[in-house]
């Protein structure tokens, strides 16, 4: 399931897949918030790596995704949105996150909806390095109902930087993120492969429970409830026959949101943590007993010491 972390390319000696001509690299997939980076990094990997929902602040880490093939290997890292709205210690370290994905990568994917560039796309736009190659990916074509304004609107944002390449696409569809791949492949670098085969991604299953506990909140409660949540993993266990324990809190930053986290005789919750079960074990391949509590720390999303000990990047 998980490679934790990369290796350096210098210290990485040659896999089978690792054949003169193979390509490697790393590509970023930038964007405002809510323009579906997680949804087409989870359709280029070919698997649920990142957490999907229609709020904004749901990809609060770097999330790698890798995706290898005979002769190449692309390491996604889906970005937080760029945040320009809120200015808390949480979002500060989010935009740093960008930021230093930015200097890392040799590939930039900016995504943005096509037939629309606003002051946020061009916000993030003003902060990519002049030395890579930009990917414009115009995503949710199918969202478009005047096609007819497609070609005018493409060629309009080819004026406003010179990319790479432009992409127009809907990442709901698996037909265009394999075109996608096909046209980043040329980018990556001769490179032999940073991540086994079989890797889907960097991070952890302790780290993914979380994260698909902290999606469940954000797709079932109201707009009041998820950008004060953050979710911790207490215990993960393997237990005989391959059974996963898994104990997560839920911490709130104000008393007056655990009932409604909770619901009335704790409906509310018991229906985030069925959910969140399924989506594990389809994930982890393993039957999964989960349990669930919901407690209050207060300020957590302002307080910066706080947040780098609940693994935000500082």
């Given at each position: 399931m998980s490679a934790e972390g990369g290796a350096d390319r210098s210290d990485l000696p040659r896999?089978?897949?690792?054949?003169?001509?193979?390509?490697?690299?790393?590509?970023?997939?930038?964007?405002?918030?809510?323009?579906g980076k997680s949804t087409l990094v989870n359709a280029l990997v070919g698997a649920k790596v990142s957490i999907v929902s229609a709020k904004p602040q749901t990809t609060r880490h770097r999330i790698h995704g890798v995706h290898t093939e005979a002769d190449a290997q692309f390491v996604f890292i889906d970005t937080p949105g760029f945040q320009t709205r809120h200015r808390n210690a949480l979002n500060q370290a989010m935009n740093r996150t960008v930021r230093a994905v930015l200097d890392e990568v040799d590939v930039i994917l900016l995504l943005v909806e096509a037939g629309r560039y606003g002051e946020a796309d061009a916000r993030v736009l003003s902060l990519l390095p002049a030395d890579k190659p930009v990917?414009?990916?115009?995503?949710?074509?199918?969202?478009?109902?005047?096609?007819?304004?497609?070609?005018?609107?493409?060629?309009?944002?080819?004026?406003?930087?010179?990319?790479?390449?432009?992409?127009?696409?809907?990442?709901?569809?698996?037909?265009?993120?394999?075109?996608?791949?096909?046209?980043?492949k040329p980018w990556l670098p001769e490179s032999p492969p940073l991540f086994e085969a079989?890797?889907?991604?960097?991070?952890?299953?302790?780290?993914?429970?979380?994260?698909?506990?902290?999606?469940?909140?954000?797709?079932?409660?109201?707009?009041?409830?998820?950008?004060?949540?953050?979710?911790?993993?207490?215990?993960f266990s393997d237990e005989p026959g391959g059974l996963r324990r898994i104990e997560v809190v839920i911490w709130v930053d104000r008393e007056a949101h655990k009932p409604i986290l909770l619901g009335?005789?704790?409906?509310?919750?018991?229906?985030?943590?069925?959910?969140?079960?399924?989506?594990?074990?389809?994930?982890?391949?393993?039957?999964?007993?989960?349990?669930?509590?919901?407690?209050?720390?207060?300020?957590?999303a302002d307080n910066a010491a706080l947040l780098r000990s609940l693994g935000y990047e500082g």
């Open positions: 896999e089978g897949g690792g054949a003169v001509g193979f390509r490697c690299g790393y590509v970023a997939v930038v964007g405002r918030p809510n323009v990917v414009l990916v115009a995503n949710k074509v199918d969202t478009v109902r005047d096609k007819a304004t497609l070609l005018p609107w493409l060629e309009e944002m080819a004026g406003r930087h010179p990319f790479a390449e432009i992409v127009p696409l809907s990442a709901i569809h698996a037909r265009d993120a394999g075109r996608l791949l096909a046209i980043l079989d890797a889907l991604t960097d991070k952890s299953e302790r780290f993914l429970a979380a994260e698909i506990v902290r999606e469940k909140v954000f797709r079932l409660t109201g707009d009041e409830i998820p950008y004060g949540v953050n979710v911790s993993v207490e215990k009335r005789s704790g409906g509310h919750m018991k229906r985030i943590a069925s959910e969140a079960r399924q989506d594990m074990e389809r994930l982890f391949g393993a039957k999964v007993f989960l349990q669930c509590w919901v407690k209050v720390k207060q300020g957590w």
